[in-house]
């Protein structure tokens, strides 16, 4: 999508440093952090939001737990703990219409979702 920021991402339009890649899925630093660690983890293929995942996207959000799992790992907060948020639609606040996961970290998190 043309005018998606997180697309221009992926296609390496608005430089950005890659915390992880692959052929369908890629990860990067929130430019606004909430937290000491909060990373973005996306799929390459523009999907708006969770409502419009259908039946053949099920393997790539499974891969993109894998991906979670992995970063987890590499950034030492596998043992610590993380949250791993995604809002959907306009009552959950979703800015970037493009479908992504943060995962938060670095200090003790609230314990209220809301
Ligand atoms: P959400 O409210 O779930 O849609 O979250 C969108 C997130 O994208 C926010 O936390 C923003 O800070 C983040 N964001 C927006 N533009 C960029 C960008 N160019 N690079 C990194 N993160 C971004
Ligand atoms: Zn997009």
Known sequence: MSDCIFCKIVNKEVPTNFIYEDEEIVAFNDINPQAPIHILVIPKKHISSLVELNKNDENLIGRIF?????????????????????????????????????????????????
């Open 66 to 114: 894998g991906v979670i799992n992995e970063i987890a790992k590499k950034e030492k907060i596998d043992k610590s703990g993380f949250r791993v948020i995604m809002n959907c639609g306009e009552d959950a606040g979703q800015e970037v219409k493009h479908l992504h996961f943060h995962i938060l970290a670095g200090k003790k998190l609230g314990t209220k979702i809301i």
